[in-house]
């Protein structure tokens, strides 16, 4: 009934082709406590690797880069392996976590570089490191992700927000169009092009270019959150559907896929916000 615009949660038949209700052979059944455990236990390892990649980050520029191709090959490939082979879902979503959180944490890194060299907030960055305190886009970021979950998951419990077929198209028409965005500026970025608007380097034009960049990257943050209905309604019928054990694996990956875009985007508006208010006098 819900066909997700997540990669990992697609495939309609994957919740019925692997396990059949063969008399005294039924394996344990997934629960939603059980995906919430390795959902938390998914996430624990990817916030390990944003430190190990926040860390490599100054002593290894390029890992940001490295680790952006690899989070970005891995989540497609990973995601059409786990389609036809959920099963493996114990194996491959951890690793999936420590990729992505690495880049995550090397991201964050460079952002918070770049503002500490802003002539503007240099004097901001150092009073709070001066007061033992850090100042990092970490924290504000990942409160904001784990608010938007915490709203999404509240709606759709309510009943306010269901991933109907239509919310569905229309959510995963959206999602696909950004992430063409995504690769068209990616591959303009090999050649010195930034996109207007979207591309970072327009966070520090004059005029209207920094609203804007702020007005789209929120629509995009809100377009990520509208993703988590679908992926709750799928994760919903992994369970009443007595899916076997490994797939509580396979939910949380689907479900940190889906954070993991979150928090980008919200590192992203973090930084954007900082240098349009943190600039000013």
């Given amino acids: 009934m819900f066909q997700s615009s997540n990669p990992a949660l697609r495939n309609e038949d994957t919740f019925q082709e692997f396990y059949g209700d063969i008399a005294g052979t039924r394996p344990a059944q997934a629960t939603l406590q059980g995906v919430v455990n390795k959902t938390g236990i998914l996430v624990l390892i990817a916030v390990a690797g944003g430190a190990a990649g926040y860390q490599l980050a100054g002593a290894m520029p390029a890992i940001t880069w490295i680790s952006a191709i690899a989070a970005f090959v891995i989540v497609l490939g990973f995601g059409f392996v786990l389609c036809g082979k959920p ?27 770049v503002l500490a060299k802003m002539p503007a907030l240099e004097g901001a960055v150092a009073e709070g490191q001066a007061a033992g305190a850090s100042v990092s886009l970490a924290m504000p970021a990942f409160i904001i992700t784990i608010s938007v979950m915490l709203v999404m998951l509240a709606l759709y419990s309510m009943r306010i927000l269901r991933p109907t077929r239509r919310f569905t198209a229309v959510v995963s028409t959206a999602v696909g169009g950004i992430m063409l965005t995504y690769l068209l500026m990616f591959v303009l970025s090999m050649f010195g092009v930034q996109m207007p608007f979207l591309s970072l380097g327009s966070a520090f034009g004059s005029g209207y270019a920094p609203l804007i960049g702020i007005g789209l990257n929120v629509l995009i943050l809100g377009v990520a959150a509208l993703v988590l209905i679908i992926d709750f309604g799928r994760v919903e019928a992994i369970v009443e559907q007595g899916s076997p054990k490994y797939m509580e694996w396979y939910a949380g990956f689907a479900l940190l896929v889906t954070l993991a875009w979150i928090y980008f985007e919200a590192v992203k508006l973090v930084f954007r916000l900082y240098l349009l208010f943190g600039s000013r006098d």
């Fill in 87 to 113: 099963q493996l879902s114990p194996i491959l979503a951890p690793i999936y976590a420590i990729v992505e959180g690495i880049f995550l944490g090397a991201l964050t890194a460079a952002l918070d570089s």
